[in-house]
């Protein structure tokens, strides 16, 4: 009880303080919101170079809003013309040619060149340096520009993905984002304070259509309740990621119910004990009933996984493997048994988790529970800063098992599947396979949809079989909004497009 009073007691304080100097957001003339505030969970990477700065998923939210690629992404999950107003590839799939778009104009004022993209694409494949900024751009073997309106990307090898890459930034030529934010997109970087704030304003010079609201402010709130209470009072117009516990506090207001587009799981640190034995992770994998996780943890909202895909990605998606390990105790404690462990001598350890995400606190708290019921498992939940666990749990990989969600920066099957390949460089829980391994480049080389779409399942089911990690949901995403607040839509990525929110009435 204690506990419970101090809590509230810090999300009253913490909501006053946002209180305090904001207000409520004005008019302008015409009616649009001069500004909206929205509550965020963490704070953004200390850079926010968009080439580099990918390690948490909220700052891909808020750089959405203020960079563009050639291409980006629209809320079915296509990829449209932005910087580039087309693009032609050759029979080989290795040779891909834009055509940039008249008119667009960087943030300075100044209008987008060939010399720009070239730039910003060198960059970002580190052709220069031997070393990408941006992972999935490797494979380029040379940018050039053909014309003052023509770009050609030419690749080491073979990539029918390769357009989603494309939505990698564009920045001024020459430019370092540290010295200066300059982007193309429908806003425009204003200010930074850590732990406090990001904003943003329209840029009225948009080559598209111009976003409906003047400012957007994106305030850090890593207390959930003071979140929740945020919304109440009216300091904050809209937050995304709230769970059905949260959205259900707020029944007042807009509550809007989506996909995270994330594959929420217990990732297992593979390469040390206990869990470099495949019998541990199978047996924790027929111990947890994911559907009852999702009961518990999130009052049945989400969608149960089997391995590292979710339905956003279609073709990609293998429904059979949901329920390859279905709910059995008894083999659960018989391959724990082979493996050494016993009531008297159970297995331990320590699941880590950012304490501000509640919807992974809430899982974790319901896969003890669970763990608990083979008389021969104790997992101690360990709650980490966002920023700690970064760069001791996924970084240093210094961890036993973690319960976090792994989005797909790209529309690409192979932004969610290549991270667990034995030598990338993300692959933290270590898992390594020859099989795995072959049946991934046999996917990225293929330029048949169909033979793709078979390597790739082929990743998938490799992954569960081994029980590389124990797969549980994608988290059902609920954004709450000010009731006189409208317009902001689900995409099948982990962004957050703010051009079309306004407020109305």
């Given at each position: 009880m204690k506990k419970r009073i101090l809590t509230l007691a810090l999300a009253v304080i913490m909501t006053?303080?946002?209180l305090t100097?904001?207000?409520?957001?004005?008019?302008?003339?015409?009616?649009?919101?001069?500004e909206i505030t929205v509550g965020i969970a963490s704070d953004l990477d200390s850079s926010l170079d968009p080439h580099v700065s990918s390690s948490l998923a909220g700052t891909r939210e808020v750089l959405f809003n203020i960079y563009e690629g050639l291409l980006k992404p629209d809320t079915q999950g296509n990829l449209i013309p932005a910087v580039a107003e087309e693009y032609t590839v050759n029979d080989?799939?290795?040779q891909y040619t834009f055509t940039l778009r008249e008119g667009v104009r960087f943030h300075d004022g100044r209008e987008v060149t060939v010399g720009d993209v070239v730039y910003s694409l060198t960059r970002a494949a580190g052709l220069e340096t031997g070393e990408p900024l941006v992972a999935t751009l490797a494979?380029?073997?040379s940018v050039e520009a053909t014309d003052d309106s023509t770009v050609v990307v030419s690749l080491s090898a073979p990539d029918a993905e390769f357009p989603a890459y494309m939505t990698a930034a564009i920045i001024p030529e020459g430019s370092d984002p540290a010295d200066g934010i300059v982007g193309t997109g429908p806003f425009e970087y204003v200010s930074r304070s850590p732990q406090e704030n990001v904003v943003i304003e329209r840029f009225d010079d948009y080559w598209g259509e111009k976003a409906k609201c003047a400012k957007v402010t994106f305030r850090i709130i890593e207390d959930g309740q003071a979140m929740v209470m945020a919304l109440h009072s009216g300091a904050i117009d809209l937050a995304a990621h709230l769970d059905a516990s949260q959205a259900a506090e707020l029944s007042e207001l807009n509550v809007l119910e989506g996909s995270m587009n994330l594959v929420q799981a217990l990732y297992l640190n593979n390469a040390r004990p206990p869990f470099d034995d495949a019998r541990v992770r199978q047996a924790l994998s027929y111990a947890i009933d994911k559907h009852m996780v999702i009961d518990l943890a999130c009052d049945g909202?989400?969608?149960a996984l089997g391995s590292s895909m979710y339905p956003a990605f279609g073709r990609f998606f293998d429904e059979e493997l949901t329920d390859y390990y279905a709910p059995d105790l008894a083999k659960a404690m018989e391959l724990l048994e082979e493996a050494g462990y016993s009531q008297s001598d159970p297995l331990t350890f320590t699941i880590a988790v950012v304490?501000?995400?509640t919807p992974h606190m809430n899982t974790a708290q319901a896969v003890v529970e669970l763990l608990r019921q083979t008389g021969m498992v104790e997992a101690e939940i360990l709650p980490?800063?966002?920023?700690?666990w970064y760069s001791e749990a996924y970084q240093?990989?210094?961890?036993d098992a973690t319960i976090t969600g792994m989005d797909a920066s790209t529309l690409t099957a192979s932004a969610l599947l290549a991270r667990f390949v034995s030598d990338n460089a993300k692959n933290f829980i270590g898992f390594a396979s020859e099989d795995y391994d072959a049946a991934y480049a046999a996917a990225v080389s293929s330029t048949d949809a169909d033979e793709q779409t078979a390597q790739f399942k082929a990743c998938e089911r490799i992954l569960t079989e081994n029980a590389a990690n124990v797969y549980i949901q994608d988290l059902a995403d609920f954004v709450v909004t000010q009731t006189d607040i409208q317009g902001y839509q689900f995409y099948p990525l982990y962004v957050m497009d703010m051009a079309n929110v306004c407020r109305v009435g």
């Amino acid at each position: 009880m204690k506990k419970r009073i101090l809590t509230l007691a810090l999300a009253v304080i913490m909501t006053a303080a946002l209180l305090t100097g904001g207000g409520q957001s004005a008019l302008a003339a015409d009616g649009s919101a001069e500004e909206i505030t929205v509550g965020i969970a963490s704070d953004l990477d200390s850079s926010l170079d968009p080439h580099v700065s990918s390690s948490l998923a909220g700052t891909r939210e808020v750089l959405f809003n203020i960079y563009e690629g050639l291409l980006k992404p629209d809320t079915q999950g296509n990829l449209i013309p932005a910087v580039a107003e087309e693009y032609t590839v050759n029979d080989t799939a290795d040779q891909y040619t834009f055509t940039l778009r008249e008119g667009v104009r960087f943030h300075d004022g100044r209008e987008v060149t060939v010399g720009d993209v070239v730039y910003s694409l060198t960059r970002a494949a580190g052709l220069e340096t031997g070393e990408p900024l941006v992972a999935t751009l490797a494979g380029v073997s040379s940018v050039e520009a053909t014309d003052d309106s023509t770009v050609v990307v030419s690749l080491s090898a073979p990539d029918a993905e390769f357009p989603a890459y494309m939505t990698a930034a564009i920045i001024p030529e020459g430019s370092d984002p540290a010295d200066g934010i300059v982007g193309t997109g429908p806003f425009e970087y204003v200010s930074r304070s850590p732990q406090e704030n990001v904003v943003i304003e329209r840029f009225d010079d948009y080559w598209g259509e111009k976003a409906k609201c003047a400012k957007v402010t994106f305030r850090i709130i890593e207390d959930g309740q003071a979140m929740v209470m945020a919304l109440h009072s009216g300091a904050i117009d809209l937050a995304a990621h709230l769970d059905a516990s949260q959205a259900a506090e707020l029944s007042e207001l807009n509550v809007l119910e989506g996909s995270m587009n994330l594959v929420q799981a217990l990732y297992l640190n593979n390469a040390r004990p206990p869990f470099d034995d495949a019998r541990v992770r199978q047996a924790l994998s027929y111990a947890i009933d994911k559907h009852m996780v999702i009961d518990l943890a999130c009052d049945g909202h989400g969608t149960a996984l089997g391995s590292s895909m979710y339905p956003a990605f279609g073709r990609f998606f293998d429904e059979e493997l949901t329920d390859y390990y279905a709910p059995d105790l008894a083999k659960a404690m018989e391959l724990l048994e082979e493996a050494g462990y016993s009531q008297s001598d159970p297995l331990t350890f320590t699941i880590a988790v950012v304490e501000a995400y509640t919807p992974h606190m809430n899982t974790a708290q319901a896969v003890v529970e669970l763990l608990r019921q083979t008389g021969m498992v104790e997992a101690e939940i360990l709650p980490m800063e966002n920023a700690t666990w970064y760069s001791e749990a996924y970084q240093g990989r210094d961890f036993d098992a973690t319960i976090t969600g792994m989005d797909a920066s790209t529309l690409t099957a192979s932004a969610l599947l290549a991270r667990f390949v034995s030598d990338n460089a993300k692959n933290f829980i270590g898992f390594a396979s020859e099989d795995y391994d072959a049946a991934y480049a046999a996917a990225v080389s293929s330029t048949d949809a169909d033979e793709q779409t078979a390597q790739f399942k082929a990743c998938e089911r490799i992954l569960t079989e081994n029980a590389a990690n124990v797969y549980i949901q994608d988290l059902a995403d609920f954004v709450v909004t000010q009731t006189d607040i409208q317009g902001y839509q689900f995409y099948p990525l982990y962004v957050m497009d703010m051009a079309n929110v306004c407020r109305v009435g």
